[in-house]
């Protein structure tokens, strides 16, 4: 490992402030406070991380025991200096290090609930340490999250098409409950957010009329425009539901939808 992977790894400038706090509009603000502290004013300094060297050091020694790996990180890192120690902090992310087998299968010990990824107590990572020899190995069930993402968009373009039918642009027939219906879909009314500046903090109010959705049953306001993930999943887009018809009989042969 090379002496100055403390200094690659961590000692990186910082690109971007976090914006979130509303920095430069009460920086700008004439009619705020007349005195900001140097947070409230400029912001927090976003983090600049370059991880990289860490997994491709660490892919490196797979077959190695861990405890020579350790050895050698810890000899080039100095744990009385805050910098240098926030690179173990991150080693948990690449390996597993208290695992072991059960009924044929990895069990992380230090996940006691399962993953929100894969539904079980399995380890994340790209490596683990194998209990049985104390070696590097690499994790055959490790899944990217760009992976994970892909699959979950596959599954649920699946899922839609089992039970959407797109008519047009604005049409389409949808099952609900068991039952067809043609629903008359339309894009939401434009919508923007206006920033206030009230007691010294920053308060976002969206402007926008407010719709009905004739299929989740429910008014939508301007502020819910942006909670897009229900629609989605119901419309196949960023739409609200005019209205609904359910389907005859002959309509739904017509149409040869499953029933």
């Known amino acids: ?23 430069i509009r009460r920086r700008n603000d004439f009619d705020g406070p ?12 976003a983090l600049n991380e370059n991880l990289n060297p860490l997994k491709r050091y660490l892919r490196a020694q797979v077959g190695r025991p861990w405890n020579k790996v350790y050895s050698e990180i810890s000899a080039g890192i100095d ?12 080693l948990d992310s690449f390996i597993a290090l208290q695992v072991e087998w059960r009924d044929g299968s990895l069990v992380d010990l230090r996940s006691p ?8 107590c399995e ?18 069930c490790y899944r990217s999250f760009i992976r994970e993402w892909r699959a ?21 027939l949808l099952r609900i409950d068991g ?5 008359r879909t339309a894009a939401l009314p434009a919508v923007r957010g206006i920033s206030e500046i009230r007691n010294g903090r920053v308060h976002l109010r969206y402007e926008g009329a407010t719709v009905f959705d004739a299929v989740l049953k429910c008014k939508l306001h301007p502020k819910q425009y942006r909670m897009i993930q229900e629609r989605e999943v119901m419309y196949g887009g960023d739409l609200f539901a005019v209205s ?3 389907l005859s009989r002959r309509e739904i042969a017509a149409h040869g939808l499953p029933r």
């Open 79 to 90: 744990r009385r200096n805050v910098v240098q120690q926030h690179i173990f902090e991150h």
């Open 34 to 45: 007349r005195f900001l502290g140097m947070r409230a004013g400029h912001g927090r300094p």
């Open 152 to 172: 979950e968009r596959k599954t649920q373009a699946a899922k839609l098409a089992r039970r959407l039918r797109r008519i047009d642009a604005n049409t389409l």
């Open 123 to 140: 380890p994340v990572q790209e490596l683990y340490v194998d209990p049985r020899t104390g070696l590097i190995r690499p994790n055959k």
């Open 244 to 246: 609904k018809r359910q």
């Open 113 to 120: 609930a399962p993953s929100f990824r894969t539904g079980r």
């Open 1 to 23: 490992m090379r002496r100055d992977m403390y200094k690659v790894i961590v000692e990186r400038p910082r690109k971007w402030k976090n914006p979130g706090n509303g920095a």
């Open 179 to 183: 039952e067809w219906y043609e629903v």
